[in-house]
């Protein structure tokens, strides 16, 4: 039995995908490490592996709407990539305490390594329409909104609701 209902259904077909820190710790609200994810995303579409249409980061998860020819596989090299380089970060900084809790909350299984950024899976739901997509991006604007940190979803600095506001974006992306 897999260890998630969710999965990656249709290639090259839109997908609404979270990923989010092991016990919810607030890495993303260091921007240094918001950098990293931010350049690995930049890297994946400027080599025409992922196309994103929507985007949020939080605290501590963000959230896509993204397509690639083998999504599963590109969402895992940026789950790895940045998992590694904002471990080295957080070595380089001296941040003990939150390695010690990267550690801590490592699944046992995880044998092959010291810490774990991420939890397991990032829930893809294929977008089968284009009122799901509108819904999605939607719910993905509004994170922060709702969460009570702005007022207006174009005002969070780590979103696309920037670029569907016709504002600079920290990231490009292709527009529903």
């Known amino acids: ?26 890495l993303f609200s260091n921007p240094d490490i918001t950098s990293i994810l931010l350049k690995s995303l930049t890297y994946l579409q400027d080599e025409n592996r992922l196309t994103i249409y929507a985007y949020v980061i939080m605290e501590n998860h963000l959230h896509l709407i993204a397509s690639s020819k083998e999504l599963s596989k590109e969402i895992g090299i940026f789950k790895s990539y940045t998992a590694r380089k904002i471990v080295d970060y957080l070595k380089k900084e001296n941040f003990k305490s939150i390695l010690k809790q990267l550690n801590y909350y490592k699944l046992k299984h995880k044998d092959d390594r010291d810490y774990q950024v991420y939890q397991e899976g990032s829930h893809p739901e294929l977008i089968s329409s284009d009122e799901m997509m509108f819904q999605k991006i939607e719910y993905i604007h509004y994170n922060p909104v709702r969460r009570g940190y702005i007022d207006e979803p ?23």
């Open 1 to 26: 039995m897999g260890r998630s209902r969710y999965k990656f259904i249709e290639n090259e077909q839109p997908h609404f995908i979270t990923g989010t820190i092991v016990n919810w710790l607030p």
């Open 154 to 176: 174009e005002h969070w600095r780590y979103s696309s609701a920037r670029n569907y506001a016709s504002l600079e974006g920290l990231l490009d992306v292709t527009l529903f």
